[in-house]
């Protein structure tokens, strides 16, 4: 058996659903969440409440961007 599908599944998901915070460094991995912050791995980071804040800088969850977008299109 050649193991295709559990690669293309890692390449699919690699940069899905990340998100970086604008006020630092720090990127959001769905597939990581933030367990200190009490997100379970495998949160979307459109399922965090509204009330969940950047675990380094403290900042709320409208100072994150999408990076998909914003690697793709830059735009400056
Ligand atoms: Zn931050």
Redesign the pocket.
């Known amino acids: 058996m050649i193991d295709v599908n559990s690669n293309a599944y890692t390449l699919d998901t690699y940069t899905k659903g990340k998100y970086l915070?604008e006020?630092?460094p720090?990127i959001y991995d769905p597939e990581k969440g933030d367990p200190e912050g009490g997100i379970p791995a495998g949160t979307p980071f459109e399922n965090i409440p509204d009330d969940w804040l950047?675990p380094?800088?403290k900042?709320d969850k409208t100072?994150f961007k999408k990076i998909n977008d914003s690697v793709k299109k830059g735009g400056f």
């Open positions: 915070c006020a630092c720090y950047c380094i800088c900042v100072h």
